[in-house]
């Protein structure tokens, strides 16, 4: 069973510009999480998807937005880049529902780097 | 709101020795707590979990927990520890699967 893809890997952007991330959940899995990691803040949560619609959204700016598509695939979006948006962007899928929804599967993560 | 507190940001310990990672937790509803571990550029992988029943939790690469409401505790626990185990470890609770509030983290270094 293949796991959470995430893609890309690694990205440099510069500032002012924007970015679109994208990861793949685990087949048959509907909800799609994502993780913000820096040194200074640890790991946040950003937003969740649930067949196709937004049902969590954490303490982060309008800047950052995503989607969520039929086939579950999730896309996540910052406009406006800032230096301080350099992090490691975490994917997480789950069932999304009923009673085995108690773990949430992890992708390897995109490195984003703001220059 | 739930929060999580990992009491130790680094954990040196040499080889073959237990270790134990500690965890707190405040929440006002019932939890799912679990334990992840991150290796360098990777993501995190469940090492176990917590969801109900008996409080000694069993995961994988030989580490355990055991649940503790009085205390709101969830210490990660390993006999004996491999140079392969070095990597930063991470607390989590949660209402549901997929949104997670996580620790600050603890490095364990295991040192030969």
């Known amino acids: 069973k293949a796991g959470v893809t995430q893609t890309p890997r690694y990205l440099i952007k510069t500032r002012g510009q924007q970015v679109t991330l994208s990861c793949s959940p685990i087949?048959?899995?509907?909800?799609v999480s994502w993780y913000q990691q820096t040194p200074g803040q640890g790991l946040q949560f950003l937003f969740e998807?649930?067949?196709?619609?937004?049902?969590n959204k954490g303490n982060f700016p309008g800047r950052f937005s995503g989607r969520q598509f039929s086939n579950s695939r999730s896309e996540m979006n910052v406009s406006t880049l800032e230096l301080g948006d350099s992090a490691l962007y975490l994917c997480?899928?789950?069932?999304?529902?009923?009673?085995?929804?108690?773990?949430?599967?992890f992708g390897q993560g995109t490195r984003l780097t703001v220059v | 709101a739930q929060s999580v507190t990992q009491l130790d940001s680094q954990v040196p310990v040499f080889e073959e020795a237990p270790v134990e990672l500690r965890c707190n937790y405040s929440?006002?509803?019932?939890?799912?707590l679990f334990w992840y571990v991150q290796y360098p550029n990777q993501g995190l992988q469940l090492l176990l979990k917590?969801?109900?029943?008996?409080?000694l939790v069993k995961g994988i690469n030989g580490f355990e927990a055991e649940f503790n409401k009085s205390q709101t505790s969830f210490h990660l626990r390993k006999p004996s520890v491999h140079i392969s185990d070095t990597a930063e470890y991470f607390c989590?609770?949660?209402?549901?699967?997929?949104?997670?509030?996580f620790g600050a983290g603890t490095i364990l270094r295991v040192k030969s």
């Open positions: 997480a899928s789950s069932l999304g529902q009923g009673e085995l929804n108690t773990e949430a599967f």
């Open positions: 087949s048959g899995h509907r909800s």
């Open positions: 998807y649930f067949s196709e619609t937004q049902r």
């Open positions: 929440s006002s509803v019932s939890v799912y």
């Open positions: 917590y969801l109900s029943g008996s409080t």
């Open positions: 989590a609770v949660s209402e549901y699967g997929n949104k997670l509030v």
